[in-house]
DNA sequence: ATGGCGCGCGCAGCGCGA
């Protein structure tokens, strides 16, 4: 069974929710995770994602955060949050999509290096890492998408040497990032050759897009069983180029 | 490159994101 999977940071599902559907409509994905949806359960576009031919589960609150998974088929066995983090504000949400356990995440962002959301960030991952390894041990076939907020390598930095000592860069970030890679799973855009320069998020400000200034802090980590099924991952910058868009562009991967 | 954008909230300007 082929499947392609995709995970797109919307900042605000509401605002791009016209994106969103073309999107769907273009690119076709079987699975689609979305973070920072920034919409509360009762106010979800449930029926235009539906019109859409999509179904979806979803756990969000106002203003900040909020995930969501939707699938072209049913979503069962639906998890919500970390297990054993109870501080953990709608960014995580889990769900079974035929044969596929996935993962949709938001990372927190961290601010800025030894801030009090640093420390979460890292608490916030070392929680995350002993789920996924338990996960991975039950479910062989899963599959972790969302917005991670870390640049595993300075290759995912536009100017490693701007971001020095910035957030999403820093060491033990990169080692929470690490630790998921050494549970099993694989950065599904590096299991291929890819262009250099290639980023799923740029800053709003200074024509940032325009000039390439961009981090890739949206990956999909998939489970050994399902990288070796892995076909392709790329990042479309289009939607990225439309009028208001979101400041993230969506990562897809394709399991053959 | 970092004031400079964009979002939500709520009705002015702030917190937050990255």
């Not at 699938?71 to 999509?97: H, N, Q």
């Not at 991975?136 to 536009?158: F, I, K, S």
């Not at 080692?175 to 262009?195: I, K, M, S, T, Y």
Request: aromatic fraction near 10%; hydrophobic fraction near 45%.
């Amino acid at each position: 069974m082929s499947y392609r999977l995709a995970t797109w940071n919307v900042n605000s599902l509401k605002v791009r929710l016209p994106h969103l559907l073309d999107w769907l409509a273009q690119a076709q994905p079987d699975v689609m995770c979305l973070q920072e949806t920034k919409t509360e359960d009762a106010n979800f576009p449930l029926a235009a994602i539906q019109a859409a031919g999509y179904q979806a589960v979803f756990c969000g609150q106002k203003a900040y955060n909020g995930v969501a998974i939707l699938a072209r088929s049913a979503l069962t066995e639906v998890a919500y949050g970390i297990p054993d983090f109870p501080d953990d504000p709608k960014r995580s949400i889990a769900a079974t999509v035929g044969e596929l356990r996935v993962v949709c995440l938001y990372a927190p962002n961290g601010q800025a290096l030894g801030s009090d959301k640093y420390l979460y960030k890292l608490r916030w991952y070392e929680a995350l890492a002993a789920w996924l390894k338990s996960e991975l041990a039950r479910r062989p076939r899963l599959a972790v998408l969302g917005d991670l907020n870390v640049a595993p390598e300075d290759r995912d930095v536009h100017n490693p040497k701007r971001w020095e000592g910035l957030i999403h860069v820093s060491e033990p970030e990169r080692a929470a990032f690490r630790r998921l890679l050494e549970l099993g799973f694989a950065d599904a855009f590096r299991l291929f050759a890819q262009p250099e320069k290639e980023f799923s998020w740029w800053d709003y400000r200074l024509m940032a897009f325009q000039r390439g200034w961009g981090l890739r802090i949206d990956e999909i980590l998939l489970s050994p069983e399902l990288a070796a099924q892995c076909v392709a991952c790329t990042i479309d910058k289009a939607p990225r180029a439309r009028e208001r868009p979101s400041d993230h562009a969506p990562v897809i991967a394709e399991l053959g």
